[in-house]
Nanobody
Framework: QVQLAESGGGLVQAGGSLRLSCAHS????????MGWYRQAPGKEREFVSS????????TYADSVKGRFTISRDNAKNMVYLQMNSLKPEDTAVYYC?????????????WGQGTQVTVSL
């Protein structure tokens, strides 16, 4: 089994930045394509970004392109989401996921989520 633990969420003003982290344990991290998803209140969960096993292939949702950056450190079993120029519409619970397919909504493993709130 794979366990995922997100951290780094919080409250930030519009225009600010946050860095989310996700710690992976249980199985070989470098065997998994990783991703981030989010779910805003009253909305469906949506794909945010993904990164391939080696980090060589990265995808982003159009809504975050140019503002968010995904990265991974296979030596530390970590994946990150750097979020800049945050907007109130980025407010959501952010989930780390493993064994993802870009833009797909059904990865194999999910973390518990971390709340991100962007105020005006």
């Amino acid at each position: 089994q794979v366990q995922l633990a997100e951290s780094g969420g919080g409250l930030v003003q519009a225009g600010g930045s946050l860095r989310l982290s996700c710690a992976h344990s249980g199985r070989t991290f470098s065997n998994y394509d990783m991703g981030w998803y989010r779910q805003a209140p009253g909305k469906e969960r949506e794909f945010v970004s993904s990164i391939s096993r080696s980090g060589g292939y990265i995808t982003y949702a159009d809504s975050v392109k140019g503002r968010f950056t995904i990265s991974r450190d296979n030596a530390k079993n970590m994946v990150y989401l750097q979020m800049n120029s945050l907007k109130p519409e980025d407010t959501a619970v952010y989930y780390c996921a493993a064994d993802v397919v870009p833009y797909d909504l059904d990865p194999t493993y999910w973390g518990q989520g971390t709340q991100v709130t962007v105020s005006l």
